[in-house]
C-alpha cells in the first residue's frame, strides 16, 4: 500500500466514524488519527487549537444537527496530502451560532485538505460554506 493509500485509507476512516455520531469516538479518533501538535486551519470560532478545536467543532455541529451526515464526493490523494469535497447535510435541532432550532434541513459544501505525517493528520486545511448554511437556517435573508 502506498502513502497516499494508507492516507486515504486513515481520512475514510475518519469520515466513517463522524458520520456515526457518537461524540465520543470521534473524540477517540481524532486522538488515534490526528497528531496531537496538528495545525486547524480551518473558521472555528472557540479560541482552542490542534485536536481539541477539532473536538469541540464536532460537539457543536452534532448539539446542533444530530443527524449531521458528511458525504464525500472526491477525495484526490498524492504523496502527502489527501483532500476531500464533501457534502454535509442535517437537520437543525440544537442550538447553533447563537440560534435557536429552526427544525430547518441545510445542505451545503465544504473542501478539507489534510497533510499527514507518520500515518496521522499534522495539518488540516478546511473551507466550509458557512454563508449557504446561515442563508438556509435563516440567519442571512434569501
Known amino acids: 500500500m502506498t502513502q497516499s493509500d494508507s ?3 486513515t ?3 475518519f ?9 465520543e469516538l470521534i ?3 481524532i486522538d488515534d488519527l490526528v497528531r496531537p501538535d496538528v495545525l486547524f486551519h480551518a473558521p472555528v470560532p472557540m479560541g482552542t487549537t490542534g485536536p481539541q478545536a477539532m473536538k469541540q467543532v464536532w460537539e457543536v455541529l452534532l448539539r446542533a444537527f444530530p443527524d449531521i ?10 504523496g502527502d496530502k489527501v483532500v476531500s ?3 454535509v447535510t442535517g437537520t437543525h435541532l440544537g442550538e447553533f451560532r447563537g440560534m435557536e432550532p429552526t427544525g430547518r434541513s441545510v445542505t451545503y ?3 478539507f485538505i489534510a497533510r499527514f505525517e507518520g500515518g496521522r ?6 473551507v466550509v460554506d458557512v454563508f449557504s448554511q446561515l442563508k438556509q437556517l435563516g440567519a442571512i435573508p434569501a
Open 11 to 13: 481520512f475514510q476512516r
Open 15 to 23: 469520515h466513517e466514524v463522524v458520520n456515526g455520531g457518537d461524540v
Open 69 to 78: 451526515r458528511v458525504t464525500v464526493e472526491d477525495v484526490i490523494a498524492e
Open 109 to 111: 459544501g465544504e473542501i
Open 7 to 9: 492516507n486515504r485509507a
Open 27 to 29: 473524540a477517540k479518533a
Open 121 to 126: 493528520i499534522a495539518e488540516l486545511w478546511g
Open 85 to 87: 469535497r464533501n457534502t
